[in-house]
């Protein structure tokens, strides 16, 4: 009884231990993102005003040849380390070499395939661009593989720093030559000197230093888990980056560039709180595969964080979409509302955060299957939606591709861990609730207002951010199934 009891102890505390890292982790990932949507938001809005739709398409073929190698070759090394429970050490040589021998291959490939890119999307100037894009590949495979132990052991604030710096350096190194020259070069030196910043603070913050070696073994142990990340990915690239693809061939670089910044604008913050969270998930989750239980109290506590953040911003973006394009970017962006609003309500559907739960519990095959209905259902629906509705047709073919696939999500999270979709609905209904009644105030009082500048933008934003404060609280003091000040209580005791 003793050993039971101690047992049992060892277990609260190593839960305990889990959540606390996780918390603290997510912190600094927290941090790191929002460091990121500002920087990143300070180079799409200079230069939106200094290059407009067409440098950015142009950049955005580019990136757009680069992914398709990058993703059909891509091994999910990566996240087959931070799901071994194991120590990873004796993995890490092969899983590097073979990244190096990779970039090299990639590199060698987009040199010589330069031109028939350009060909295809009907731009010269991009032939250039790609060449040297790519170096960004073999700059990113050479970086120090011991910052995995970042992810693995929940040091988000290391990674904090890592990731940070570079996102920095493109920022500040765009925006300079943007200034200097306005020229789409300023958008490839910023990608480069990311690279450059990460390669070098990877040697600076960690202390592993990785030699090219091959462990035909290790690496074919690292495979059996990184072969369902890589047929996802290459889903994941045709749903996520095929509407791009579409645009660029049947609508040209400018439509391109607006629809970039259309998506990179509604699904920002969306994305990057998403990420962040799904980030220290899945380290967390790992921890806890064989806790189902604390697996799912994981889970519901995850979706109710990310919604309370990311519902409203979302419904702020629909309501003012105009306002924000139109003060912020300039009027030459203003096509892209329509494509912004409709790209919104995909951001909401980032809060459900399966993926990082059935990777953890070693069931990474299932995302490349309901990848697989995604694209589907894309491939069936964007070509006629975009001939149509043009980019609000794409983007509507994006969303009903991802709606399309939920049903099949949540059979399989039910089954796995038990988290059934009506407890989810009903967790989400109060956001959805304080996130209506925030855009209907807004939409009352902005029609006061005869033409919105950066003052009465400004107060618009600040009211609605109050309005849904009030009613996410109010929401919480009516109903004991949702609590917003025990969930604060959790993450400050997480936090000791």
């Known amino acids: 009884m003793q050993d039971e009891s101690a047992n049992q102890e060892n277990n609260i505390n190593t839960n305990t231990d889990v959540f606390s890292l996780a918390v603290k982790g997510g912190v600094w990932v927290l941090m790191l993102r929002l460091a990121t949507i500002l920087l990143v938001f300070a180079k799409l809005v200079v230069i939106a005003r200094l290059l407009g739709p ?63 890119a350009a060909n295809f999307f009907e731009e010269p100037q991009t032939v250039n661009i790609i060449r040297v894009i790519s170096l960004t590949v073999l700059l990113d ?61 990877s040697y600076l913050m960690h202390p592993y230093r990785p030699r090219f070696a091959m462990d035909t073994k290790k690496a074919l142990e690292l495979w059996k888990f990184g072969k369902h990340i890589m047929g996802s990915s290459i889903l994941r690239f045709f749903i996520l980056q095929g509407d791009d693809l579409v645009l660029a061939k049947m609508l040209g670089k400018e439509i391109l560039g607006l629809y970039r910044y259309a998506y990179r604008i509604s699904n920002m913050m969306a994305t990057e709180i998403s990420d962040m969270i799904a980030q220290v998930a899945f380290s967390a989750y790992s921890k806890l595969q064989n806790n189902k239980e604390k697996l799912r109290a994981g889970y519901f506590k995850t979706i109710q964080v990310v919604s309370l953040i990311v519902f409203p911003i979302a419904g702020g973006i629909v309501i003012l979409a105009y306002e924000l394009t139109h003060v912020v970017l300039g009027d030459q962006w203003l096509p892209m509302v329509p494509a912004m609003q409709i790209l919104c ?4 559907l980032k809060c459900f955060q399966r ?97 919105v500048g950066v003052l009465s933008l400004g107060f618009l934003v600040a009211l609605g951010a109050l309005v849904y404060l009030a009613s996410i609280c109010l929401a919480g003091a009516i109903s004991k199934d949702y609590n917003v000040l025990a969930l604060i209580r959790d993450i400050a005791k997480g936090l000791k």
């Open 54 to 116: 067409e440098y950015v398409g142009l950049l955005g073929i580019a990136m757009l040849v680069l992914a398709i190698l990058n993703t059909f070759t891509q091994v999910g090394f990566a996240a087959a380390l931070i799901q071994k429970k194991d120590d990873i050490k004796t993995y890490l040589d092969s899983a590097w070499s073979l990244g190096i021998i990779r970039a090299g291959l990639l590199i060698t490939v987009l040199y010589f395939l330069a031109p028939y």
């Open 141 to 201: 495979a050479l970086s120090n593989i011991g910052v995995t132990y970042f992810h693995k052991e929940l040091d988000f604030k290391k990674d904090f720093f890592f990731r940070s710096s570079a996102t920095f350096a493109d920022t500040v190194v765009a925006i300079s030559i943007a200034v200097l020259y306005k020229s789409v070069w300023a958008l490839v030196a910023g990608k480069l000197a990311a690279s450059c910043v990460k390669l070098a603070a």
């Open 345 to 348: 309500v995909l951001g909401l």
């Open 355 to 451: 993926a990082p739960a059935f990777k953890a519990i070693g069931r990474p095959d299932i995302i490349p299957k309901l990848s697989a209905i995604r694209f589907a259902v894309l491939a069936i629906t964007i070509y006629p939606l975009t001939k149509k509705l043009g980019m609000a047709g794409t983007s509507l073919s994006v969303l009903i591709a991802c709606l399309s696939s939920q049903p099949f999500a949540f059979r399989y999270l039910q089954k796995l861990i038990g988290a059934k979709f009506t407890d989810v609905a009903k967790m989400l209904s109060f956001p959805i609730a304080a996130t209506l009644v925030m855009m209907l105030c807004i939409f009352a009082v902005k029609s006061v207002f005869d033409t």
